[in-house]
């Protein structure tokens, strides 16, 4: 089951806000249908996104040639799927390499954004594995390892990063249980990563966001696995909000904290996590769950979608290629 | 109001599972009723539980002076009360104080139980201003703070510990701002220390309990200050699930986490962090949202409700009494 999808000229994507309730595939015949299912997280994860964008602008591109408006109007839409959310910069990566081929025509721009769909399959497999790899040589298996919010396939078109990994140790027998971070405001570990550790049939037990980092100090985690928005330059990894009190614990503790990111999310522009934008979302999600009020009428929130983990308590990036190795733990 | 009070021969209490909805007294008329709402968080917070236990002692005491049961059926009783919740030592501690006036007779147990209601406010008070006058000194006012779960008046009888402290730096005009974890399963953060901080006319943002180490490392908050269920004799402190990380987070930022707590919460007895008891409570806790699910149907969870923070990363302990800084007591 594919996150993100193209057929027959539009966008089939898994709306993830009605998950784990409702499997349900939603068409995008319009740019400002992706855009929109983009900023209201009904696609999300770093790589999902980008490869919805991709697609997004190939929409546009069959959408302007279908209505006889010119290239610009293909680079206005793609620079507002562009900035539909700012953190992660798979999108405007996605955005811009598809784009770059607009002047070879609307074919070739398709073909570009559709070539993303199993390139973005193949990076994870091979990720999964080399995390795997790295894993099981650097920690005695069987692993109980503890992540936060979904880097699973419901993050990339399939299979998934710090997911990918888990289902790779998985196969060789070697994960004894996955602890889920819920992930708050919007509970994507509670949701979406224990529907698939369960599709996959992985032990796994939910902890609030709070919890992770005692449960790590006790003694009960052997590696932290998550994946990332951004990965600045000098290592520092944007990641969602409640990622970074995870690695200081790992510090503390002398255990792995391992970043899963395809190459993609290695961004050479950005020098530093202070340079990352951190997305703002609506103070709604903090004070509502499941749209029940969970504090007085008129109260205020604060909320950043993502924190900054600095790169000296990262022990390792993994990629699609490499295992950047940082922190000793 | 008082969140605990001794009226008529029977306990009064705030039901907290209610607000901030509803503020409700509820009278608790046997030691059965008493042990339920402590069970069940209708009365809690480490220094309201114990006074609750002590006045749960004098009405066991009077209940048996009007049945004819002798005292070891109000030992047993106590012992019952005693074994609500393990974590806190208040409650421990209040029920041995109250329960050894026995022999002295039901009158002098009912009197030493209600001395405690005051005995709690005038501590508080004390504390409040004496952390007040700390933090003032270390950091330079107006302050924005961070604060998690409820050291109110809620979890005190008045006035409260951590939020005591806020108060008096509210009334010097040295509070800019008040960040508060929403403290996930239970969210006693966003749904009590919001309403007390309304009450006050503090301005306040509610968070979620991932947030807060960033917000820290991004150099937004001046100092974080708690409450505390046990403070064992090495300075290792327990406190609700998530003040770990937080901790982790000043000592990384170098920005004060101060812990307010009564005297009566240093337990002598303990020697560290690793022998106090950490209650765990009901998986469904963290698998629901006020009554709704959050999670795939089977989902299994792991709700530890305190978490320890090594006392190696506690700027200070404010008692009534004193300021221990850094080093253990």
Redesign the interface.
């Known amino acids: 089951v594919r996150s993100v999808d193209w057929v027959d000229g539009h966008l089939l994507v898994i709306d993830q806000t009605l998950l784990?309730g409702e499997l349900r595939h939603v068409e995008l015949r319009t740019v400002d249908e992706v855009i929109d299912a983009i900023k209201r997280l009904a696609v999300r994860g770093a790589p999902a996104i980008g490869v919805a964008g991709a697609l997004g602008v190939a929409l546009a591109a069959l959408l302007a040639e279908q209505s006889g408006a010119g290239p610009d109007a293909v680079r206005r839409d793609a620079a507002r799927i562009r900035a539909a959310r700012p953190t992660a910069v798979n999108l405007a990566w996605a955005v811009d390499r598809v784009l770059a081929r607009l002047d070879a025509g609307t074919a070739a721009v398709v073909d570009a954004a559709v070539a993303m769909i199993e390139a973005d399959i193949d990076t994870n497999r091979a990720l999964g594995i080399r995390g795997a790899d790295w894993l099981e040589t650097r920690v005695r298996p069987p692993l109980t390892v503890l992540t936060?919010c979904n880097a699973g396939g419901l993050a990339c078109v399939e299979w998934g990063t710090a997911l990918g990994i888990v289902r790779a140790l998985h196969e060789r027998g070697a994960i004894t249980e996955v602890?889920v971070?819920?992930?708050?405001?919007l509970?994507q570990g509670?949701?979406l990563t224990?529907?698939e550790l369960?599709a996959m049939d992985v032990?796994?037990?939910?902890?609030?966001?709070?919890?992770?980092?005692?449960?790590i100090?006790r003694g009960v985690v052997d590696a932290v696995l998550v994946g990332a928005d951004r990965v600045a330059a000098n290592g520092d990894v944007a990641n969602?909000?409640?990622?970074?009190?995870l690695a200081?614990?790992c510090a503390?503790a002398r255990i792995p904290f391992v970043v899963a990111a395809p190459e993609s999310t290695l961004d050479a522009s950005t020098p530093d996590g202070a340079s990352i934008p951190i997305e703002e979302r609506d103070?709604a999600e903090?004070?509502t769950?499941?749209g029940?009020p969970?504090?007085?009428?008129?109260?205020?929130?604060?909320?950043?979608a993502?924190?900054?983990t600095p790169a000296d308590l990262v022990t390792a990036v993994v990629t699609e290629a490499r295992v950047i190795e940082g922190a000793p733990f």
Chains 1, 2 share one sequence.
Do not use: M, W
């Open positions: 784990p936060h602890l971070g819920e992930t708050r405001p509970l509670a949701r224990a529907f369960g032990p796994y037990r939910i902890v609030v966001d709070g919890a992770g980092p005692g449960l100090a969602k909000v409640g990622t970074y009190p200081l614990a503390r103070p903090v004070l769950v499941a029940s969970t504090a007085p009428a008129g109260a205020q929130a604060c909320n950043p993502f924190d900054i």
